[in-house]
């Protein structure tokens, strides 16, 4: 992977090979998270996506700034009717346990939770019309908190920890297949409540502008200490161009260049610090009693669960934990990407993608799980330039008119999907376990 970094480096650029190994750093984390799940205990989830969404929506939340103009409107409302939602939820868990044995029981939760929406919305949907009007154009949400954006990758752990808690409750007792449809449709329930909910995150209008937690690069080509570094990281390039007026034309692109080297260096140093983290974490995990457990449980369910094992809490447990670090992930592209849009939170992207390299890279192993997001993703990426560049050779002594070059040209974007399933057939076929298959520890 070392070398193939380098080479897009000397080949393309620098800047285009780093971006791709910041990319590749956040696979790895998706990918352990589902490795987790999968490789610790056999859960089948197939709402990646929707977890990445929540991550994404902490950044928003966390650091954009609070909208004013939307809270003194439409503020007063929506704590008002969280309150109400609140409390509804309270008097259902109480009256669920007063009238536990009562055959009125589901007639009352019923009439209580009716009066809950009816009076949620009559205070939710005023807000909601009052917040979404202060100047659609620019903001129509409410904002965040304007924090450091950093602060969201834990919180954006926390809301998909929170959700997966929810959604562990109600489907964890399924069949792994209803358990992968049920994972999925609520995964799609998510991005749709993002797309439209405006009031929370301006929905498809997307958000733009969001604070970094490394520097810009206008910023850096205006510094001097930046400017200094340049110019002695370049001396001898610089000291063979006698006109000084070609010297300093020079140094502004090489400026320019490696402001953007700078950013994606910084935001490459925070990731593998987040990386190499939560890959120390989760290699403690898998060799204590709790990872031999939930191996067991992965192995035989009927054998763990007779041995007194509560396997769908821990089921529980471990769908949290996984779901917690792919929502990290999610909060650290919308850091890097620096803009939030629901619409680009798609399956395949999202879902299959993370699989593949689950599959690929070894399920059970975390170093594993790490490779497969690194090999994945820069085929992913790749695969295009590189399908374009040998049929280019391929079809040299063809001329520029010819119909067959031309259509293979024109599949080019296609030609990654043909690849991709190529890599996964072969990988089944020979390495059925993975690259790196899981290490069997015998105690």
Known sequence: ????????????????????????????????????????????????MGFTALGGLAAVLVSYSPVGEAWRVGGIGM???????????????FLNRVFRHSSYKYWIIGLTIIIGLILIN???????????????????????????????????????????????????????DYLAIATLGISEIIIAVLKHEDWLSRGVKNVIGLKRPVPYEIDLQKTDWFISLISYLNSSKLGKIS??????KLLNQLVIEGSSIFVKLS??????????????????AQISPWGRMMRAIRDNETSANAMGKDV???????????SAVVGIAGAMLITQNGLFTPSSFLPLR?????????????????????????????????????????IEILT????????????????????????????????????????LPEKVRHS
């Open 350 to 390: 999202y879902t299959f993608l993370i699989w593949v390299m689950v599959i690929v890279g070894g399920s059970g192993n975390n170093v594993g799980a790490i490779l497969g997001g690194f090999v994945i993703w820069f085929v992913w990426i790749e695969a295009a330039p590189a399908s374009q560049y040998l």
């Open 243 to 248: 006109d000084s007026l070609e010297s300093e």
């Open 267 to 284: 935001y490459m140093i925070l990731f593998t610090i987040v990386l190499l983290f939560i890959l120390y974490l989760a290699n403690k």
């Open 1 to 48: 992977m070392a070398s193939m970094f380098l080479l897009v480096g000397f080949g393309q650029s620098w800047s285009i090979s780093l971006s791709i190994l910041n990319m590749c750093i956040i696979s790895a984390i998706m990918s352990m998270g589902i490795n987790i799940q999968w490789g610790y205990a056999g859960i089948f989830n197939v709402g990646i």
């Open 122 to 176: 009559l205070f939710f949907r005023p807000a909601v019309q009052a917040i979404e009007d202060v100047n659609p154009a620019v903001t129509g949400f409410l904002g965040g908190l304007g924090l450091p954006i950093i602060f969201s990758w834990i919180v954006g752990g926390l809301f998909a920890a929170g959700v997966a808690f929810v959604i562990g409750k109600i489907t964890l007792g399924l069949r792994s």
């Open 312 to 322: 769908v809490k821990r089921h529980l447990q471990v769908f949290v934990i996984g």
């Open 396 to 435: 040299i002594a063809l001329n520029d008119e010819n119909e067959f070059k031309l259509h293979l040209i024109d599949s080019v974007p296609y030609f990654r999907y043909l690849i991709m399933g190529s890599v996964l057939l072969l990988i089944m076929r020979y390495r059925p376990k993975g690259i």
């Open 79 to 93: 704590i008002v009717s969280l309150f109400l939602l609140i409390t509804t939820i309270v008097a259902v868990f």
